[in-house]
């Protein structure tokens, strides 16, 4: 069964900083994977979604990686902002068509 | 882009109720619609994928006679929580795709709450 698991699971930074999100899953067998960002009681918000031939994908100041072979994503983001806050969550989506949905990371900028 | 809708946003229920919680795609005929069940601090956990017109596909350990789902047309589907308890509280989270299940148009969210 996939797993998907995100580290960390908090992160408070000062504004300005750039910073990493870690996302791991255990079955590379994968059609694509999403990074999503959810604000406090509300849904998803699709920010960057990378196939499984791809190797990274940009929009802004989020990059996003894929190493399909060793199960990992990071997402890369630049010159943090408070209106960063939110938790990002990682899905990759496999087999049986489903999404597979980490736990997230819950993100802090400080102004 | 595509949007999907949910209604109520928040429904505050008493045990022993029903409750019936709405998706639709607002701009799109949705083929497939899936209901996802969040709860505090963890991940979106898929509970059924539903296709118009057919029943509802759950995953192991979601119980069909509780979380009842239609999806009688391309763009709405319903999930009624039957005889609602407080373990039943949480966010539930519907998404919609079209020909390509790959790509989910996620809506708002439904927090729910039984006393």
């Known amino acids: 069964k996939q797993e998907v698991t995100q580290i960390p699971a908090a992160l408070s930074v000062p504004e300005g900083e750039n910073l990493v999100l870690n996302c791991s899953f255990t079955d590379s067998a994968i059609y694509n994977l999403q990074w999503f960002r959810q604000d406090p009681g509300k849904g998803l918000t699709s920010l960057l979604l990378?196939?499984?031939?791809?190797r990274e994908q940009t929009s802004g100041r989020l990059n996003a990686s894929l190493d399909k072979s060793s199960g990992r994503s990071t997402l890369y983001i630049a010159a943090s902002q408070p209106g960063d806050s939110a938790t990002y969550l990682c899905a990759v989506f496999g087999n049986f068509n489903k999404f597979y949905f980490g736990s997230g990371t819950k993100l802090n900028v400080k102004p | 882009g595509a949007v999907v809708s949910q209604h109520p946003s928040r429904v505050i229920c008493k045990s022993g109720t029903s409750v019936k919680i709405e998706c639709r795609s607002l701009?799109?005929?949705?083929?497939?619609m899936f209901w996802y069940r969040q709860f505090p601090k963890q991940s979106l956990m898929l509970m059924a994928t539903?296709?118009?017109?057919?029943?509802?596909?759950?995953e192991q350990g979601v119980e069909k006679d509780k979380f009842l789902i239609n999806h009688a047309s391309l763009t709405l589907s319903t999930l009624t929580v039957t005889s609602a308890h407080p373990e039943d509280s949480s966010f539930y989270i519907c998404?919609?795709?079209?020909?390509?299940?790959?790509?989910?148009?996620f809506g708002p969210g439904t927090r729910l709450t039984v006393l």
């Open positions: 701009d799109f005929q949705a083929t497939t």
């Open positions: 539903s296709n118009e017109g057919s029943k509802a596909t759950y």
């Open positions: 990378i196939q499984s031939s791809q």
């Open positions: 998404s919609a795709s079209g020909l390509a299940p790959d790509t989910q148009y």
